[in-house]
């Protein structure tokens, strides 16, 4: 059976079935696409069937695009990795960590230990934390009224550190503020640099920060995962224009258009990187750290996430690293991470294949939409 047959047949099957609404899967080598599908729907709640240019928000699949901006700039001398960040933002040279709360509830606050570097910021290692994963941060939303960074405003950098910087890997917004580095040092906001300096250089014309009149009809609603398994197609968010652009979480973008970008680091970021820029990128960057799973402080958003559970996982800049290989599946030493919609991409440097998966369904790490992503990995890999 080849390739196509399998893989439309599996996600035939997953999308017939509703275990997932729709989706779209692709995957490519160095040399070009091997495999792209569109099945099932793109809402559960009309007639309209998923397609190649459907639009999906990439949330977290975000951080490579802004890591590889960033990694431009350190390429070109512009800042170091280890640099202090607050010689470039002031706040990042200031930042407080919360050290517990007191007897009537309110946050405590101290001065960070340590400075906070790009390289921190890269790695997960700068301190910051999302609330959707860390109960300390989860109750200082809760006792402050401090926005996320998802909201997209400008309050929410305010945010403190859970940890001091160096000290453990931890999920966080770090990537918005490689984002808003990006902003200081180019002049440019984030949605034009990145469009000049990576979408349109690779031919990425679906993805940006703000959406065409043309990409609205194309977009894809979430569908939240009920306790009986069902889906149910949640409100499209109306488009808005927002305080910063959210290098961590911000994108639209296609299956075809993150293709493109995966592709691009196979072969050593030809077109936006140097070669040994990208093999950088992909190695170790924390050292005797290890990715910690994932503990959900809102079931509403996502499920407890440990991705490789029993394996010493690593961050590279900006990547997630399996150091084993996965049976059936990709390599030691391959790059990947997700979006909090379900939407994922590996890159496998190593057999030089890497896909997208996309979907939109919360919670994030949902089981079924992990199993079919699996079983779509299994098939391209059979298949090499």
Known sequence: MTLTQAADRLLTEATASRAIPGVVAMATTADGTIYQGAFGKASLAEDRPMALDTVFHIASMTKAITGAGAMQLVEQGRVGLDQPAGEIIAQLGEPQ??????????????????????????????????????????????????????????????????SDPGTRWEYGINIDWVGRIIETLSGQNLNDYLRTNVFDPLGMPDSGFLLRPDQEPRRVPTHARGADGGLTPQPIDPPRVPEF??????????????????????????????????????????????????????????????????????????FLINTQDVPGRRSAGSLAWAGLRNTYYWIDPAKRVGGVFMTQVLPFADPTVLRVFADFEREVYAAL
């Open 97 to 162: 960590v919360l050290d517990g709360f007191d007897a009537a509830g309110a946050p405590k606050l101290r001065p960070a230990r340590g400075t906070i570097t790009l390289r921190n910021l890269l790695t997960h290692t700068a301190g910051y934390a999302y609330d959707v994963w860390n109960p300390e941060l989860a109750r200082f939303y809760k006792a402050t009224g401090l926005p996320a960074a998802r909201t997209g405003r400008l309050e929410a950098l305010k945010a403190p550190l859970a």
């Open 245 to 318: 652009f959210n290098g961590g979480g911000g994108l639209y973008s296609t299956a075809r258009d993150y293709l493109t970008f995966v592709r691009a680091i196979l072969n050593g970021g030809a077109g936006i990187l140097k070669s040994e820029t990208v093999a950088s990128m992909g190695q170790n960057h924390i050292g005797a750290l290890n990715v910690q799973p994932m503990l959900s402080q809102n079931k509403d958003s996502s499920y407890d996430v440990d991705l490789f559970p029993d394996m010493a996982v690593k961050w590279g800049l900006s």
